[in-house]
């Protein structure tokens, strides 16, 4: 493929840049473990800012400072925009995550450091750098939470719900998010529940519907339903 356009009539500062972003896109994304996220948020110069793209499954507990970019509506412009002034000192690294840092943070990751090749995004220590949380939030509260609910260090989980988690033993007994139960068979009976419920709401809706004529309306999604749309 022809790539001459992209460095033809212009200044050598962006050439670089072009060429940078050629070789780059092929990269691997880097990846961070825990140990080394957690000791860069416990030195609180800022110089790391975590980025959860997760979705609903975000409810029941997050990394603290974490920037909430939701995976079905990131914008990684968006996201530049939040981040620090050009004359910040910070940040110089994005961790981006999801629920098990697969699919959405990495997507999100590589089109914000696509992004950031193309815009010359750069601070005086060099191009901000970007990278994906090992593992993702389900690991790291399996790392941060004990069997109890209870945080082993505040300062690493903030706003940790047990009615949005289930100990799965199919899962070493660990934690799981209940938006994730379709991956698991243990789980399967807990959304079977959960079905029968929203059943039992359908049917109650359509008998007041019936009662108080064309005006009602039906009752939306359920939270199954949602659930399963998500396997």
């Known amino acids: 493929q022809d790539t001459r356009h992209l460095t033809q009539d212009r200044t050598p500062a962006h050439r670089a840049s ?7 896109a092929f990269q691997p994304l880097e990846r961070t473990s825990h140990s080394e996220l957690r000791d860069a948020l416990l030195e609180g110069s800022g110089g790391v800012v975590v980025v ?3 979705g609903s499954d975000r409810n029941g507990g997050h990394i603290p400072g974490s920037l909430h970019f939701p995976h079905e509506s990131f914008d990684p412009s968006a996201l530049v925009a939040a981040l620090p002034a050009e004359n910040a000192p910070t940040p110089r690294r994005l961790v981006f995550h999801c629920m098990f840092s ?11 450091r696509d992004h950031l090749l193309r815009s010359g995004r750069r ?5 901000v750098s970007v990278s994906v ?3 993702g939030f389900h690991s790291w509260v399996n ?24 100990r ?6 660990g934690w799981q998010h209940i938006m994730e139960s379709p991956f698991t068979a243990l789980n399967e009976a807990a959304l079977r529940v959960l079905e029968e419920q929203a059943a039992e709401e359908r049917e109650a809706a359509r008998r007041r519907a ?8 039906a009752s939306g999604p359920s939270f199954a339903d949602v659930v399963r749309a998500r396997k």
């Open 102 to 112: 697969q699919q959405r943070g990495p997507a999100c990751a590589l089109r914000t």
């Open 52 to 54: 959860d793209v997760r």
């Open 123 to 127: 601070r005086s220590s060099g191009m």
């Open 168 to 173: 799965s033993s199919l899962d070493r007994g």
């Open 133 to 135: 949380l090992r593992g």
């Open 143 to 166: 790392r941060f939470v004990d069997p109890g609910g209870r945080a082993l260090d505040e300062r690493m989980i903030e706003g940790f719900d047990a009615k949005f988690w289930t």
């Open 210 to 217: 019936n009662g108080a004529g064309a005006g009602a309306r």
């Open 18 to 24: 072009c060429l940078l972003a050629q070789g780059m």
